[in-house]
């Protein structure tokens, strides 16, 4: 419900008939075509634009951005990016050696990146991690052996909102 009524969005065919009329010496010419109808498109996403249903466009398929605002941790978040990417999640980092923290969020925020795994030295001493919620802002102390199970668990919950 909610979408404009507005009829097909694409068609095609053959048209080997139509394009051989055209030929001066009437040879058959083998053809097919698509159309894309590009207004029709734009009037379903303007009507769920206005009607709220569009939300954030995510121009990126990353599920946690793990992150720090220290330097020398970049072993530290190569190695939690592994453990991530092992239990199958959609996980990235930026790879300069000592990047500034607002620069880590700022890219969560501008590419809709839902969650930030943050690597800091008072973690790493109690044995754990951040996980902040990006639209929140939420921080959430969580150890190691519990981060799969934690983000699984939030990315499922996630996954569920914005469907």
Known sequence: ???????????????????????SKGRPVPCVGVSVGV????????????????????????????????KNLLQERMKICTLLWDAGLKCEMTYKRNPR???????CEREAVPFLVIV???EMS??????REVNSRKDEFV?????????????????????
Do not use: C, W
């Not at 109690?126 to 996980?131: A, L, N, P, S, T």
């Open 126 to 131: 109690k044995g754990g991690v951040q996980i």
């Open 39 to 70: 207004e029709r498109i734009f009037s379903i996403l303007e009507a769920r634009a206005k009607s709220g249903q569009a939300g954030k466009v995510r121009t990126v398929e990353t599920e946690v951005f793990v992150a720090s605002g220290q």
């Open 101 to 107: 923290l607002l620069n880590q969020f700022q890219y």
């Open 1 to 23: 419900g909610g979408d404009p009524e507005v009829g097909s969005v694409a068609g095609g065919g053959r048209y080997d008939g139509l394009v051989g009329m055209f030929d």
């Open 143 to 163: 150890k190691m052996e519990d981060l799969v199970t934690v983000l699984k668990k939030r990315l499922s919950a996630f996954h569920t909102e914005s469907t």
């Open 120 to 122: 800091g030295e008072d």
